[in-house]
């Protein structure tokens, strides 16, 4: 049977997380100028979310969470997407949420108390060390190089980007530990505590959007020294490991995105039916009308998109090109929905007013990270012509595997 229905408990905690982010997260935000995050007012918000019992939602009981899953969160993190501190008030903001599953999964007991216990009690702050200036959509170029020496590893290479460095406690970092088979198989991850010598954070580095904590930053790696307990997960391990945090974690920023546009069309539809021009509400002309119907269709496909790859990873099926196609769908998606309410707003839209000159730039980024719009349709585009292929001249399975 096919139900869209919403199970009770999730619509109420839907509908409590967003009550929280429209009552009390989104006024603190509107008190803090861009960028400036203010550490006393995010603790109180946070201890909030731990009263009302929303606490680190995507997490299970025993690492304090509420153990929803990804079809859970995929409603929850529409309701945080309309505010860009929301999802670190419930401590499920990026990467720290990416962190916190692929540590759940990979990590040993002991990794697991001394690196995800904190991090899900959000004293510490984390991030995820894989992109280099010369290795960026193309993971095969990496060229950080981890070389064992007796027990220990010893880690040199140059990482660009990584979101939150500054000020995080430990990185996740990818390195080659064998160059001589292929890249998919060469790599591992290690955890690198950041008073470990040789863990340089160079700067951040200065980007269009909004200021995230910690930043996007150029890191060196000088001869890292430690032990091979460190290494996450088994030994070439370290794409494989990446690839299944990035899938969900994909789609967690899909599932922010829509909350955004969905904020982003709200305000516009609202200017429409308050602005006069040329004796009518601008809510009265076709053109107005237009956009604003593009927009609810690019944001009805864009939820269907999350909600049905959420489901299949929440069923354990194979999801990865549907979340490809909801990554490259949603992220473009967000783009044309904030571009048409700017439009609809005229210069009130693009004035600071407004947090739409905000979204825009925020937007911006998502074509790139997570993998750009161009290398998801390389793979899509492999998939649909394996699909013809394989399954005489269908490409059904390609596009969604609905029948
Ligand atoms: C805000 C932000 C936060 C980030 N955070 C992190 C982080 O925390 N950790 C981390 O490891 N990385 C992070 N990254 C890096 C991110 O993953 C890379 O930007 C991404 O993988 C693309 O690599 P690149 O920027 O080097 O682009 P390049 O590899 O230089 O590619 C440039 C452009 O070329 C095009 N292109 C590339 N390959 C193809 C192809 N096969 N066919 C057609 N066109 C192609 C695309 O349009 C692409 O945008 C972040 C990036 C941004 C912007």
Not at 17 to 39: C, N, Q, S, Y
Not at 273 to 299: C, N, V
Not at 339 to 365: H, K, M, N, W
Not at 372 to 389: G, Q, W
């Amino acid at each position: 049977m096919i139900d869209f229905t919403i199970p009770p408990d999730l619509d109420d905690l839907r509908t409590r997380v967003a009550t929280f982010v429209r009552e009390e997260i989104l006024p603190a935000e509107e008190r803090m100028p861009e960028g400036h995050l203010d550490e006393e007012a995010l603790a109180q918000l946070r201890q909030r979310a731990r009263d009302l019992k929303l606490w680190a939602p995507h997490l299970p009981p025993e690492w304090g969470g509420l153990g929803v899953g990804p079809l859970g969160m995929a409603l929850i993190s529409q309701e945080l997407g309309v505010s860009a501190i929301a999802p670190l008030v419930l401590n499920c903001s990026a990467p720290d949420e990416g962190n916190m599953h692929l540590l759940e999964k990979a990590a040993t007991h002991e990794q697991k108390e001394r690196y995800l216990r904190p991090l899900a009690a959000a004293e510490v702050r984390s991030c995820f060390a894989m992109t280099e200036q010369a290795s960026g959509a193309d993971a095969a170029g990496l060229k950080s190089r981890a070389v064992r020496d007796g027990d220990n590893w010893i880690i040199n290479g140059e990482k660009w980007f990584i979101t939150g460095a500054a000020g995080a406690a430990f990185a996740i970092v990818v390195a080659v530990t064998n160059p001589d088979v292929a890249p998919q198989k060469g790599m591992s991850l290690f955890l690198v505590d950041a008073d470990t010598p040789g863990w340089e954070v160079v700067r951040e580095i200065p980007v269009m959007g909004t200021h995230s904590p910690g930043g996007h930053c150029e890191v060196r790696l000088n001869n890292i020294t430690i032990p091979a307990s460190q290494m996450l997960g088994a030994e070439g391990q370290g794409f494989a490991l990446a690839q299944i945090r990035l899938g969900p974690a994909r789609l967690a920023h899909c599932m922010r995105w829509i909350g955004m546009a969905q904020r982003a069309l709200d305000i516009a539809t609202a200017r429409a039916r308050t602005r006069k021009t040329f004796g009518a509400p601008l809510a009265e002309r076709q053109a107005i009308q237009w956009m604003l119907a593009d927009s609810a269709m690019d944001l009805y496909a864009a939820r269907l998109m999350v909600l049905h790859s959420a489901w299949l990873i929440e069923q354990d099926r194979p999801y990865r090109q549907e979340v490809s196609m909801a990554k490259v769908y949603v992220a473009e998606a967000l783009d044309r929905i904030v571009d048409r309410a700017i439009q609809v707003c005229g210069s009130l839209g693009y004035s600071t007013d407004l947090p739409l000159e905000r979204f825009y730039r925020d937007a911006r980024a998502a074509r790139i990270y997570d993998g750009p719009s161009e290398v998801h349709r390389m793979v899509i585009a492999r998939n649909v012509l394996k699909a013809s292929k394989d399954e005489d001249g269908s490409t059904k399975s390609a596009c969604g595997g609905l029948a």
